[in-house]
């Protein structure tokens, strides 16, 4: 009776952000404890990477991107064949135990000073394909054990736990650098990231329990019951999905429409940045201070907005939102390329990103089947990703060689802002129809 009794406690407490069932209170704090650990994990190591990758040299940023694309490249084949031969409960777990692996293993090869050039490079190689790699497989398990109609009121709210950790992480780096000596922070990232693998335990449970046919559909119809099968098929299923959907391949046009904007943004910023402020520690402040801002304003928009902005103007709407004030955005830095408008662009975008774009583009999956959930976004979400970073960076890089200046680069942004608007509203009514038709499309 006293657990019932707190149960109804808690689920009243969040119905004040969250249109949250009985059934769901459980699963909806499990997910948000495992976004907030990842995150967390990451924005305690993020800042060393972006200062590491200024200290490598703005001019040769490209490369770092291309190295991550190519480091992408390896990781998807070797995902699929662990997802095609365990089944989830067991292959997420995998996942997230490789990169505390690695993150050991730069705990050996850093010392307390100065990491060398070459570890360096290679942290921030690995640091930009651990972001993407175990966000992905995160929203894809999200994905995978809500249902449309859940995502669509819960979402928001999860993701809300990721900004927690990001800014928790960028916290807990300030109080404990000092005693504890940046690398030994390595150590607190590892910790967390194991808790997500207690999380992601949790939530199996959870799905078995509460199987899809417990869950209603848009329309009211009940699907097929969620067990726990191998997804099957080739390590390069991710690649044929894609190829033959046309809806896999807007989101991917949609993603790297996404990914050249923000690494053009990310250039300009370090450019910006760099010329503004002579001292290394000067620069790993601005860029925390720039953390902390946006996952602050985020972190306000999912709570109280996300979930709310769907419901009131439809997912087509939502998805087209941030392009068009990146468009905005852009036109702005045309006229006055100078650091407080870049920083307030920047935390535009990346609240927006994360508070809005995110969670809305994420529902895209929902209504996929299990291997296009977990193999077609992942490829999407890293290589993909990563593809449009490298591409864009030596875009960029040619641009500024041919000495256009950061004024021209904003501008020729402008359209292309415009065009991921326009892809990413014709996606959302395509999601619309998709979720009439199949309500929960799903292998069993």
């Given at each position: 009776m006293a657990i019932y009794q707190k149960q109804s406690r808690i689920h009243g407490l969040l119905l004040k952000s969250v249109q949250v069932e009985p059934a769901e209170v459980t699963a909806l704090l499990w997910s948000f404890s495992y976004f907030f650990a990842l995150l967390c994990a990451y924005y305690i190591v993020r800042p060393m990477r972006d200062e590491m990758g200024i200290l490598g040299g703005v001019e040769n940023l490209q490369w770092l991107f291309t190295g991550t694309l190519i480091a992408m490249g390896a990781a998807v084949p070797l995902f699929g064949w662990v997802s095609s031969r365990f089944p989830r409960r067991r292959f997420?777990?995998?996942?997230y135990g490789f990169f505390i692996l690695v993150m050991l293993l730069?705990?050996?090869?850093?010392d307390?000073?100065?990491?060398?050039?070459a570890v360096a490079r290679a942290f921030f190689i690995w640091a930009s394909v651990f972001n993407l790699f175990v966000v992905s497989v995160f929203w894809s398990f999200m994905a995978d054990i809500y249902s449309n109609r859940q995502a669509r009121r819960l979402f928001g709210f999860i993701a809300a736990g990721g900004t927690v950790g990001a800014l928790a992480g960028p916290a807990l780096t300030t109080l404990l650098v000092q005693p504890l000596g940046a690398r030994n922070l390595l150590l607190v990232s590892a910790l967390l990231l194991s808790w997500a693998i207690i999380?992601?335990?949790?939530?199996?449970?959870?799905?078995?329990?509460?199987p899809a046919d417990d869950r209603t559909a848009d329309d009211g119809t009940t699907t097929a019951a969620a067990d726990d099968p191998l997804l099957?098929?080739?390590i390069w299923a991710g690649i044929t999905l894609v190829v033959r959907s046309p809806y896999l391949l807007g989101i991917c046009l949609l993603m790297l429409l996404f990914t050249t904007l923000a690494t053009f943004l990310y250039l300009m910023q370090a450019q910006i940045v760099r010329d503004a402020f002579g001292d290394s520690a000067q620069r790993t402040a601005v860029f925390a201070a720039i953390d902390l801002a946006v996952n602050g304003l985020t972190l306000m928009?999912?709570?109280?907005l996300t979930s709310r902005l769907i419901k009131w103007f439809g997912l087509a709407v939502v998805l087209s939102l941030v392009p068009l004030l990146l468009a905005a955005g852009f036109a702005l830095l045309g006229l006055a390329p100078v650091l407080l408008v870049l920083l307030l662009v920047q935390i535009i975008r990346r609240a927006g990103n994360y508070a809005i774009m995110r969670p809305a583009r994420e529902m895209l999956y929902v209504v996929l089947t299990r291997e296009e959930k977990y193999k077609a976004k992942n490829l999407i979400d890293t290589v993909v990703y990563r593809s449009g970073d490298a591409l864009s960076a030596w875009v960029y890089a040619g641009m500024r060689s041919l000495g256009m200046s950061l004024t021209g680069v904003a501008l020729v942004a402008v359209p292309l802002a415009l065009l991921w608007a326009w892809i990413a509203f014709g996606l959302g009514r395509q999601q619309v129809k998709l979720a009439a038709a199949r309500p929960r499309m799903e292998e069993v």
């Open positions: 997420l777990p995998y996942v730069f705990y050996l090869l850093m307390e000073q100065r990491a060398s050039p999380c992601i335990a949790r939530l199996s449970a959870w799905s078995e329990a509460h099957g098929g080739s928009l999912q709570l109280f």
